[in-house]
Every structure is written in C-alpha cells, then in structure tokens.
C-alpha cells in the first residue's frame, strides 16, 4: 500500500533560520502531493501542493518540488518566523475510485521556532 | 470560506459509553472524512462518504460507524468506547467527483478531543 516517510520531529530552529523537512512516498501511479499545516489547536490548513512531476508548490514563503525520480517533496523555507511554529503533514493524495480520493498522512513533523 | 465545523472542541466519555462525534459543513461538499491522530502516528483514515447515505470504510474502521442522512452532516458513532479510542478526531470534506481531481481539496474542522475513562 501507498506509505510516506517523513522527517521526524521535533525541530527547533532559531527565527531567520533554513527550513527543511524531508518527506518520500511510495505510491502506486503517480499521485498529486500536499503539504498539511496544523497550528497550535487547530485542525489541518492546506499548505501548497503540486499535481505532476517537476510541479513547485509555493505559499507563505514554503516551497515544496515533486520529484517523481526521487519520490520525494521535501518541504522547504527560506527564513522561518515564530509563527510557523506548528506540526507539518507531508499526504500524498491517489484515487480511491469511490467518487473521491484519499489522502495518506505521514507522521507529522513538529516546527518551533524561537526568537 | 469553507467552514468545517466540529460540535465539540472537548469531550470526557466512560468506558461502554455510545459517542457521537458530529461534523458540519455549509459548502455543499459530496465528500465528507473521518480521521483520528495520535501522536507518532499521525492521521489515519476511519471512514469517509462520497453521497447521502453512501460510506466506505477507511484504514481504521473497527470499533466505529458513521452515519450520513444529510448531504452537510457527517457523524461518527462510537458504539461502546473503550480507553484506546482516546484521540483527537478530526472531519474533513471536499467537492465530489463533478470536480476534477486534484481541485477538491480537503478541508478540515478544528477536531475534538475524546477522552475515555
């Protein structure tokens, strides 16, 4: 079955620094790729996404590249603040064949930054 | 802005109890999810619904039941709960098959913690 592998938290990180979070996927066909972003209390907000290969997702500065030869979406920050201090979901999406397709979530990876 | 809404933020349940755990959405969505997470585990999939009265069994789905009798309403059903069903369970829904893949994106509520005792 389809299974990620994400980068395991925590990570603490000082403002201004790098972010990378490591995620691979084994999945049958060629699935759509999300990043998941859950703040303190809150369910899970879309983070970006990218639908082929060679596709760059990008939203509040985060960027993540499907790469199908690798398998992997590594996600990515240049300059991290506080508030990105949360838990990120790396969820390749497939078909379910049922009218709808499902996600599957990797383990989540915990971000604090501190100032 | 899709609004998922979760009728409890909190939940404090005994052992044996029946549960149920409501989700809402005002978006017209087809599909509606049900996932538990739990640390190091991360988010798995209970059960989810493409239409009224139509449901398909997720990764986890022992030990639970849903029930969709209106398109915006999506509950799911602890029948007797025991202490390993403590978890925070989250709803998601997202547009339906007229909508091509992958623009139905899911949208979450903010989740309910259960507690069982």
């Known amino acids: 079955g389809d299974s990620v592998t994400q980068m395991e938290g925590p990570v603490t990180l000082s403002e201004e620094a790098f972010l990378t979070i490591n995620c691979t996927y084994t999945?049958?066909?060629?699935?759509?790729l999300f990043w998941y972003v859950q703040y303190p209390g809150e369910g899970l907000q879309l983070l970006l996404k990218?639908?082929?290969?060679?596709d760059k997702g990008s939203n509040k500065g985060f960027e993540a590249t499907y790469r199908k030869e690798t398998t992997s979406f590594h996600l990515e920050k240049g300059s991290v603040q506080v508030s990105d201090s949360a838990v990120y979901f790396c969820?390749?999406?497939?078909?379910?064949?049922?009218?709808?397709?499902?996600?599957?979530f990797g383990k989540g990876t915990k971000l604090s930054v501190i100032p | 802005d899709v609004k998922v809404t979760q009728s409890s933020r909190y939940l404090v349940k005994r052992t044996g109890e029946k549960v149920f755990l409501e989700c809402v959405q005002d978006?017209?969505?087809?599909?509606m999810f049900w996932y538990r997470q739990d640390p190091g585990l991360g988010l798995r999939l209970i059960y989810f619904?493409?239409?009224?009265?139509?449901?398909e069994k997720g990764d986890i789905p022992e030990g639970y039941s849903v029930s969709r009798e209106k398109k915006e309403r999506f509950s799911l059903i602890l029948e007797s709960a025991s202490t390993n069903q403590t978890s925070m369970y989250l709803c998601?829904?997202?547009?339906?098959?007229?909508?091509?893949?992958?623009?139905?994106?899911?949208?979450f509520g903010a989740g309910t913690r259960l507690s069982v005792l």
């Open positions: 998601a829904s997202s547009l339906g098959l007229a909508v091509p893949f992958p623009k139905n994106i899911q949208y």
């Open positions: 999945a049958t066909g060629y699935p759509s």
């Open positions: 990218a639908t082929k290969a060679d």
């Open positions: 969820a390749p999406a497939r078909n379910s064949g049922a009218g709808s397709y499902q996600l599957t």
């Open positions: 978006m017209d969505h087809e599909n």
């Open positions: 619904s493409y239409d009224v009265k139509m449901k």
